[in-house]
């Protein structure tokens, strides 16, 4: 088993900047793909960014690309979320998620799932 617990979220202004965590602990997260994902209310839980364990490949939903950057601290097992220039419509619960999917977009592809860390951004 793996456990995950993300950390960092709260209140922020648009243009503002939060740094979210997600520790991982348990089973070697090797050669997981680690992922973060958010779930705004009343919408389906939906892609933010993944990165590979190998080579430390990155991806991104289109509307994050060039706020947010995903990072992945494998000694510390540890994974990170910047997210730079936050808009009111970034509010969600971001969730990271730990696995060997086929495809990083596709949520039921991960095994593993932490309990999700809250992110308001006021207009």
């Known amino acids: 088993q793996v456990q995950l617990v993300e950390s960092g979220g709260g209140l922020v202004q648009a243009g503002g900047s939060l740094r979210l965590s997600c520790a991982a602990s348990?089973?070697?997260?090797?050669?997981?793909?680690l992922a973060w994902f958010r779930q705004a209310p009343g919408k389906e839980r939906e892609f933010v960014g993944a990165?590979?364990?190998?080579?430390?490949?990155?991806f991104y939903t289109d509307s994050v690309k060039g706020r947010f950057t995903i990072s992945r601290d494998n000694a510390r097992n540890m994974l990170y979320l910047q997210m730079n220039s936050l808009k009111p419509e970034d509010t969600a619960v971001y969730y990271c998620?730990?696995?060997?999917?086929?495809?990083?977009?596709?949520?039921?592809?991960?095994?593993?799932w932490g309990q999700g860390t809250q992110v308001t951004v006021s207009s």
């Open positions: 998620a730990a696995g060997r999917p086929r495809i990083v977009a596709v949520r039921n592809d991960y095994d593993y």
């Open positions: 348990g089973r070697t997260l090797s050669p997981a793909t």
């Open positions: 990165v590979t364990r190998i080579g430390g490949h990155t």
